[in-house]
């Protein structure tokens, strides 16, 4: 089992950052993989940024050049540096670890980004 806990949204004008930490703890060594995803009002789930366990990463197109993912193995713990954020980047933001066998998500932290 493992558990995620994300933290660090928070209401910020556009052009602000943010940054969103994702706390790991349990069976730390079965991740092979964590990712930020984040949901707006009436739209899908959708993936923003994957690091995996090597540190590989991969992006969104549209948070390219804006954002960063970055992980402390020493802490467990997953960052996504949020950098000129826009309005439409407004949404609940989740953290997922990933194992062989399934999924863990966190509860989900909200970030609105104010024109």
């Known amino acids: 089992q493992v558990q995620v806990v994300e933290s660090g949204g928070g209401l910020v004008q556009a052009g602000g950052s943010l940054r969103l930490s994702c706390a790991a703890s349990g069976s730390t060594l079965s991740i092979i993989l964590i990712g930020w995803y984040r949901q707006a009002p009436g739209k899908q789930r959708e993936l923003v940024a994957t690091v995996t366990s090597g540190s590989s990463t991969n992006y969104a197109d549209f948070v390219k050049g804006r954002f960063t993912i970055s992980r402390d193995n020493t802490e467990n713990t997953v960052y996504l540096q949020m950098n000129r954020l826009k309005p439409e980047d407004t949404a609940l933001y989740y953290c997922?670890?990933?194992?062989?066998?399934?999924?863990?998500w966190g509860q989900g932290t909200q970030v609105t980004v104010s024109s």
């Open positions: 997922a670890a990933v194992t062989t066998a399934t999924f863990y």
